[in-house]
Antibody, heavy 118, light 111 residues
Framework: DVQLQESGPGLVKPSQSLSLTCSVT?????????WNWIRQFPGNKLEWMGY???????NYNPSLKNRISITRDTSKNQFFLRLNSVTTEDTATYYC???????????WGQGTLVTVSA | DIVLTQSPASLAVSLGQRATISCRAS??????????MNWFQQKPGQPPKLLIY???NQGSGVPARFTGSGSGTDFSLNIHPMEEDDTAMYFC?????????FGGGTKLEIK
């Protein structure tokens, strides 16, 4: 079965960039589906950030404007999140997730907490 | 963006009784005859788990006491009979269009 695992720094300074990796096993990211980043703020609010499709195309939440980039390394079966110019408001648990047939988020990583602080 | 309003924000239900959580969308999430509404359960320290997809279809391994209903803009998640293991946060989410959005969550506890 497909499994996802996030990794990356747990602490980022304000104004810097946040970079996370999602490593996927059990399914090729170029086979099908959308590969997503979702974050959960303290207080439990969930926000969909964007995805990279199996064909390499992207779709991003307009709320993140031009700060977000999702890319991939197909040879390693990984995809990546980069969020620029972070502030303390970007402190959250970040999840990677894969959709299924009706675009429901059926598979999730365990999440990684990223704190933005000087 | 499609705004999802969940109610109540918190709920306490006795063991064996019914819990009902509602989710109202700011516009219809129906398309191609499918209601693109999903429900998740989240326990502390864990990612959300898919319970219900396309309004009324149970996710893999989800017990039959979890049922979803609704269409258009009004949806419900029912849990009956309530068990101790059902103590958790519950979220609705629409997958009709991007940006995909989530409800604010309902905290379900045992009375």
């Amino acid at each position: 079965d497909v499994q996802l695992q996030e990794s990356g720094p747990g602490l980022v300074k304000p104004s810097q960039s946040l970079s996370l990796t999602c490593s996927v096993t059990g399914y090729s990211i170029i086979n099908s589906y959308y590969w997503n980043w979702i974050r959960q703020f303290p207080g439990n609010k969930l926000e969909w950030m964007g995805y990279i499709s199996y064909d390499g195309s992207n779709n991003y939440n307009p709320s993140l404007k031009n700060r977000i980039s999702i890319t991939r390394d197909t040879s390693k079966n990984q995809f990546f999140l980069r969020l620029n110019s972070v502030t303390t408001e970007d402190t959250a648990t970040y999840y990677c997730a894969r959709v299924r047939g009706n675009y429901e988020f059926a598979y999730w990583g365990q999440g990684t907490l990223v704190t933005v602080s000087a | 963006d499609i705004v999802l309003t969940q109610s109540p924000a918190s709920l306490a239900v006795s063991l064996g009784q019914r819990a009902t959580i509602s989710c109202r969308a700011s516009e219809s999430v129906d398309n191609y005859g499918i209601s693109f509404m999903n429900w998740f359960q989240q326990k502390p320290g864990q990612p959300p788990k898919l319970l219900i997809y396309a309004a009324s279809n149970q996710g893999s391994g989800v017990p039959a006491r979890f049922t979803g209903s609704g269409s258009g803009t009004d949806f419900s998640l029912n849990i009956h009979p309530m068990e101790e293991d059902d103590t958790a946060m519950y979220f609705c989410q629409q997958s009709k269009e991007v940006p995909y959005t989530f409800g604010g969550g309902t905290k379900l506890e045992i009375k």
